[in-house]
């Protein structure tokens, strides 16, 4: 057998393996999430006027908006490691729910009346800086997702690069929406989306090339 | 040869620590594994692929969850190394078109990628016959020119183009063992 040599190789040092359990994963991921907004909040980061934000569907829609997409972006993204997996779907559902997200949004606008201009409402210079926090806050993530998936193994690592892309940048938008003082979903829909888009596409260009097996 | 069940068993046993059961679950995923690749792949590079996926089977086998089936794991990884190397044959000729259009034997065309063979039907026809002609039918990249009427340069396109569209179609479409 030609290959003898390399499979006594193979087995001759044999080390004892912790077989992968994506449980596991799944409470690292959220425990470095909660850590990170613990951290937020303790340094005085949460925004001040939150005790009138609460009151806002628009802050609601924010939120839960997000944090429902980082959780289907994060499920997909974990589950895309294995390599019996079929990620594509799992994007195509976090694809939907953006849609879904910003329809509600766009339905919460058209039931506001707001008199600003469109150009006034989006306040490009807060936004610009709005998107470098959101990029900021998204490290932890792409990075724990970055080595769950260099530790994994991917057979997709382009759909699993944009995977962590996406759950990454979400979540980076979650914590940053504790910190946000704007609820206009414009605003919202517009800064928050460019955003997250550079994370993905970050992450979509970096990941599989150092997460090669 | 063991079933799916034996192999997880062996992949479990292996995974704490059981050299023994270990060797013999390779010893038994060589002979499949070179059977797969050689329905796939020229037959030049088949035990090529074959150690490559045992390499990526044992760095990757914490991956294996032991309360699943074995086979489709093994699958995966299969099929995650042949649309490598398909790639890597496409990389390969990429260099050799930049470094110079000098053409040698391709030594390692084959005939009997069946799989492989049937996969070509998705390629455009100049794609098409230069893949077959030279990976599949042994030909010289000069012998295909000849043959095809196509310049050897392009002849090279053709592989690499038609090589790296295999490896895509693979990825999306999926490979039914």
Same mark, same amino acid.
């Given at each position: *057998?030609?290959?003898?040599?390399?499979?006594?190789?193979?087995?001759?040092?044999?080390?004892?393996?912790?077989?992968?359990?994506?449980?596991?994963?799944?409470?690292?991921?959220?425990?470095?999430?909660?850590?990170?907004?613990?951290?937020?909040?303790?340094?005085?980061?949460?925004?001040?006027?939150?005790?009138?934000?609460?009151?806002?569907?628009?802050?609601?829609?924010?939120?839960?908006?997000?944090?429902?997409?980082?959780?289907?972006? *994060?499920?997909?993204?974990?589950?895309?490691?294995?390599?019996?997996?079929?990620?594509? @779907?799992?994007?195509?559902?976090?694809?939907?729910?953006?849609? #879904?997200?910003?329809?509600?949004?766009?339905?919460?606008?058209?039931?506001?009346?707001?008199?600003?201009?469109?150009?006034?409402?989006?306040?490009?210079?807060?936004?610009?800086?709005?998107?470098?926090?959101?990029?900021?806050?998204?490290?932890?993530?792409?990075?724990?997702?970055? #080595?769950?998936?260099?530790?994994?193994?991917?057979?997709? @690592?382009?759909?699993?690069?944009?995977?962590?892309?996406?759950?990454?940048?979400?979540?980076?938008?979650?914590?940053?929406?504790?910190?946000?003082?704007?609820?206009?979903?414009?605003?919202?829909?517009?800064?928050?989306?460019?955003?997250?888009?550079?994370?993905?596409?970050?992450?979509?260009?970096?990941?599989?090339?150092?997460?090669?097996? | 040869?063991?079933?799916?069940?034996?192999?997880?068993?062996?992949?479990?046993?292996?995974?704490?620590?059981?050299?023994?059961?270990?060797?013999?679950?390779?010893?038994?995923?060589?002979?499949?594994?070179?059977?797969?690749?050689?329905?796939?792949?020229?037959?030049?590079?088949? !035990?090529?692929?074959?150690?490559?996926?045992?390499?990526?089977?044992?760095?990757? @086998?914490?991956?294996?969850?032991?309360?699943?089936?074995?086979?489709?794991?093994?699958?995966?990884?299969?099929?995650?190394?042949?649309?490598?190397?398909?790639?890597?044959?496409?990389? !390969?000729?990429?260099?050799?078109?930049?470094?110079?259009?000098?053409?040698?034997?391709?030594?390692?065309?084959?005939?009997?990628?069946?799989?492989?063979?049937?996969?070509?039907?998705?390629?455009?026809?100049? !794609?098409?016959?230069?893949?077959?002609?030279?990976?599949?039918?042994?030909?010289?990249?000069?012998?295909?020119?000849?043959?095809?009427?196509?310049?050897?340069?392009?002849?090279?396109?053709?592989?690499?183009?038609?090589?790296?569209?295999?490896?895509?179609?693979?990825?999306?479409?999926?490979?039914?063992?």
């Amino acid at each position: *057998m030609p290959n003898e040599p390399l499979i006594d190789a193979l087995a001759g040092d044999l080390a004892p393996v912790r077989p992968r359990r994506v449980a596991r994963e799944f409470l690292i991921l959220v425990g470095i999430g909660a850590l990170e907004i613990a951290l937020m909040l303790l340094l005085g980061g949460a925004r001040p006027d939150i005790g009138v934000a609460i009151s806002l569907a628009s802050f609601w829609w924010k939120l839960l908006g997000l944090g429902a997409l980082s959780a289907i972006g *994060m499920i997909t993204a974990v589950r895309s490691f294995e390599p019996v997996s079929r990620p594509w @779907r799992g994007l195509r559902l976090f694809a939907l729910a953006v849609g #879904l997200v910003l329809a509600v949004g766009w339905g919460i606008d058209s039931g506001d009346a707001v008199t600003m201009p469109l150009f006034e409402r989006l306040m490009w210079r807060h936004g610009l800086d709005c998107v470098l926090r959101m990029a900021a806050l998204s490290t932890p993530a792409i990075v724990a997702l970055g #080595l769950l998936m260099r530790r994994g193994a991917s057979t997709d @690592r382009r759909a699993s690069a944009l995977a962590v892309g996406a759950a990454s940048a979400v979540w980076g938008a979650f914590v940053f929406a504790f910190n946000c003082p704007s609820d206009d979903p414009l605003y919202i829909a517009v800064w928050y989306c460019l955003g997250c888009a550079i994370v993905t596409l970050i992450g979509r260009l970096v990941l599989p090339a150092i997460t090669r097996w | 040869m063991s079933d799916d069940g034996d192999w997880g068993a062996l992949m479990a046993a292996a995974q704490a620590g059981n050299g023994g059961a270990y060797r013999r679950l390779l010893a038994e995923l060589d002979g499949w594994l070179t059977r797969y690749y050689a329905r796939r792949l020229p037959s030049g590079v088949t !035990q090529d692929a074959a150690q490559e996926a045992l390499i990526a089977i044992h760095s990757k @086998r914490h991956t294996y969850d032991p309360a699943r089936p074995f086979k489709p794991w093994l699958v995966a990884i299969a099929r995650y190394k042949w649309i490598d190397r398909l790639r890597a044959m496409a990389r !390969q000729l990429e260099t050799e078109l930049t470094d110079t259009l000098a053409v040698g034997d391709h030594e390692q065309g084959v005939v009997g990628a069946i799989v492989l063979a049937e996969l070509l039907a998705s390629l455009k026809p100049a !794609q098409r016959d230069a893949v077959r002609l030279v990976k599949l039918e042994g030909l010289s990249i000069a012998e295909a020119a000849a043959r095809t009427g196509q310049s050897e340069s392009l002849v090279k396109v053709n592989i690499h183009r038609g090589l790296a569209k295999l490896a895509r179609i693979v990825q999306e479409r999926g490979d039914a063992e």
